[in-house]
């Protein structure tokens, strides 16, 4: 049962080594962040995290590289977990990609989860490469690239979107067979999108699932082992952890219920934006949160 944070702007104003090490010392499990590499001043798509309308949040556009900020936060600490959630996969090369991975979970000891998406902004996706339409081929075929490249001597691929000869592509990550891929899940109304729960039994490693209550990640979750009795996948490979919105799971109670529901790991979005309150938030929440 672990409790982690998300930091939507690890920036110099939120240095992630500061709040990293800080929420370490705590006794937090995790630290995780954002990506947008870029945010078209003029888009079409409405942003899911927005659905009241209005200006959509400055912070979107202000991210630093996620890979780099975690890299700091692995470099200030010692035991905890970094991860992306989530890193939007057709916006960059699958070789570049699986480098940088490689790199950071090696110079980190196996510490890094690989959280990722397709993306939301058709714009920014097919300003940076993608198809934005198919995404998730798109993104499919970039992991089965990645894990080629992770655990094998020489790796060659002909795809729909990627095309190379056999090449190396070292360091190999520490974790084995490669770290874990979780792929994110939101509700549309009161149903699961089913393609999610397929993706994750059959390429995935993990669910980073956003809710509105327990109940939600129990319906989930059976629709997960389901579907893994039917591949033949075992249930207890899949990592679950719950991705949590501005200003939720914030009591101890509602924490121990979705662990009871099946959550193996719960991450609180921090909503300070400097350093130090986001110091004082983190020692609010370990004594409410964290058994002494």
């Not at 920036?11 to 080594?17: G, K, V």
């Not at 780099?68 to 200030?76: C, G, K």
């Not at 196996?110 to 940076?128: L, T």
């Not at 980073?208 to 939600?216: F, G, M």
Request: charged share 20%; hydrophobic share 40%.
């Amino acid at each position: 049962m672990k409790i982690g944070v998300f930091s939507i702007l690890p920036d110099l104003a939120a240095d992630p080594a500061v709040v990293a090490r800080h929420a370490e010392a705590l006794g937090f499990a995790s630290y995780w962040v954002p990506d947008h590499i870029i945010l078209p001043v003029n888009y079409s798509t409405p942003y899911p995290g927005n659905p009241g309308g209005g200006p959509d949040p400055d912070y979107l556009w202000q991210m630093p590289d996620p890979l780099i900020a975690l890299m700091r936060a692995a470099t200030a600490t010692t035991t905890l977990e970094v991860g992306t959630a989530v890193l939007l996969v057709p916006e960059r090369h699958p070789l570049h990609l699986a480098k940088e991975i490689a790199s950071l979970d090696a110079f980190s000891n196996g510490r890094f989860h690989f959280g990722i998406g397709a993306g939301w902004n058709k714009e920014e996706s097919e300003i940076m490469g993608g198809d934005f339409e198919h995404r998730w081929s798109q993104v499919k075929e970039a992991v089965a690239v990645m894990k080629a490249c992770w655990t094998q001597e020489a790796a060659g691929h002909q795809g729909r979107y990627y095309q190379f000869p056999p090449v190396r592509c070292y360091p190999k990550p520490a974790q084995q067979p490669h770290p874990p891929v979780y792929m994110g899940g939101i509700m549309f109304g009161n149903e699961w999108a089913k393609r999610v729960f397929h993706r994750i039994v059959d390429w995935g490693d993990g669910w980073l699932p956003v809710i509105r209550e327990v109940s939600q990640l129990s319906d989930g979750l059976e629709q997960l082992h389901t579907l893994c009795e039917a591949r033949g996948r075992d249930p207890a490979s899949l990592r679950i952890t719950v991705l949590g919105a501005e200003g939720q799971w914030r009591k101890r109670a509602e924490l121990d219920a979705l662990f009871a529901a099946g959550a193996e790991q719960v991450t609180l979005w921090l909503k300070s934006r400097t350093a130090d309150d986001m110091r004082r938030e983190l020692d609010a929440l370990a004594r409410a949160l964290i058994p002494a």
